[in-house]
C-alpha cells in the first residue's frame, strides 16, 4: 500500500515536470523554479534580466485566447473570425519573440487593434513594430498617449537614442466602445498607476465553446502623492462596479505572497497544463477577482490616509 502511493506520487510529480517544460518552457532554455518560489517571481524578479528565459513558449489558454508575451510582462492574442485584437505588446529586446507567438497562431494582418493598458515602456514598447507588420489601429487614452509621445522624444537611461514609439492614433474615453466581430469591448479611465491608465471590460472568452467574461484592469496601485492616491482609489473603487468578471487578464503575472491569489498567470498556467477533461477551468476564477478587487479598495483607501497624514506633516 505505502509502495504503491509512492509510486503514484513520483508519477505525480513526473506528470508535473512534464507538463512545465510543454507548457512553458523557454525557447532557448528550459525553466527551472527556484525552490518554492512562485514562478512569477522567477520572471518578474530573480532572472528578470535573463532574455533568453524570459522567451516563454506562446499557449493557448481558451478556444479563442493566447499568452505571447515574455515571462514577465503579458501580451494577450484575442481572436475572432472578423479580427484579432492584441493586448500590450511588451518591448525590445522581445518584440520578435512575441511577433513569431503571434504568427504560431494567425495571420499578423488580422489584428486589427492593439489595445495598451499604460505608457509605460515594458507594455507599449512593441507597439511601433506589431503596428508596422499588422497595420492594426493603436488604442490608447490621451493622457498616456502623451506619456508615450514624451518617451520617444527623451534619450533612454543610458544614453541611448529614444525608443521607438507608436504614432498617436485612436484615441479612447471612459464608456467608448468598440466591436470586432462577437467582441463588444467598453473602456474604461482608471487613472493612478498613470495617468491614462485604460481597463477594458466585456472580453468575452470561451472554454470548449462556453462564453466566460474576462476583464484586463491595466494597471493598479499607485506611483506616489496624494493625487495619484486619490485617483488610484477612484480607479479602483470604479473597477468594482464593473460586475460578472470571471476572468482577469493579468498585465503582469504576479502570485502570492504579495500578488494574486491561488496564482498568476504562469502559476494558473502550469494548471491549465494539468487540468483533465471535465476539470474546471484555472483562469476562470470569479471568487478571487472579487476578493482580490475589495483588497485592492481597502488598499488604497489607506493608502489615501497615508498621503493625507505625509501632506499634513510637511505643512
Ligand atoms: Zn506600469
Redo the contacts with the bound molecule.
Keep these: 500500500m505505502r509502495t504503491a502511493r509512492r509510486v503514484m506520487m513520483i508519477a505525480a510529480s513526473c506528470l508535473v515536470a512534464v507538463a512545465l517544460n510543454a507548457n512553458v518552457s523557454g525557447t532557448a532554455a528550459a525553466p527551472e523554479q527556484a525552490g518554492s518560489e512562485p514562478l512569477s517571481k522567477t520572471y518578474r524578479v530573480t532572472r528578470a534580466k535573463d532574455v533568453e528565459f524570459q522567451k516563454l513558449a506562446p499557449f493557448k489558454v481558451f478556444d479563442n485566447l493566447y499568452y505571447v508575451g515574455p515571462g514577465y510582462v503579458s501580451v494577450w492574442l484575442l481572436t475572432t473570425p472578423q479580427g484579432d485584437i492584441l493586448f500590450d505588446t511588451a518591448q525590445e529586446p522581445y518584440v520578435d519573440h512575441v511577433i513569431a507567438g503571434i504568427k504560431k497562431y494567425v495571420d499578423p494582418k488580422d489584428i486589427k487593434y492593439i489595445v495598451l493598458?499604460?505608457?509605460?515602456l515594458?507594455?507599449f514598447g512593441g507597439a511601433a513594430r506589431i503596428q508596422e507588420l499588422t497595420g492594426a489601429r493603436v488604442v490608447a487614452i490621451d493622457q498616456d498617449w502623451k506619456m508615450i509621445e514624451d518617451v520617444g522624444s527623451r534619450p533612454g537611461r543610458d544614453g541611448s537614442p529614444p525608443p521607438r514609439v507608436p504614432k498617436r492614433d485612436m484615441v479612447v474615453k471612459e464608456g467608448d466602445t468598440l466591436t470586432v466581430g462577437d467582441q463588444h469591448l467598453i473602456f474604461h479611465w482608471t487613472p493612478g498607476?498613470?495617468p491614462g491608465v485604460l481597463t477594458t471590460e466585456g472580453i468575452t472568452v470561451y472554454d470548449g465553446g462556453k462564453p466566460y467574461k474576462a476583464i484586463v484592469w491595466g494597471?493598479g496601485g499607485y506611483r506616489g502623492g496624494l493625487k495619484d492616491a486619490e485617483d488610484g482609489k477612484a480607479s479602483t473603487d470604479k473597477v468594482a462596479t464593473i460586475k460578472g468578471v470571471q476572468v482577469n487578464l493579468q498585465?503582469?503575472s504576479w502570485a502570492e505572497p504579495v500578488g494574486y491569489p491561488g496564482g498568476g498567470v504562469l502559476e494558473r498556467s502550469l494548471l491549465l497544463a494539468k487540468r483533465k477533461p471535465g476539470d474546471p477551468h484555472p483562469f476562470v476564477d470569479p471568487v478571487t477577482w472579487t476578493n482580490w478587487v475589495k483588497r485592492a479598495q481597502d488598499t488604497m483607501a489607506k493608502s489615501v490616509e497615508t498621503e493625507k497624514q505625509k501632506a499634513a506633516a510637511a505643512k
Excluded: V
Excluded at 117 to 120: A, E, L, P, Q, V
Design positions: 493598458s499604460h505608457g509605460h515594458d507594455h498607476h498613470t494597471g498585465i503582469h
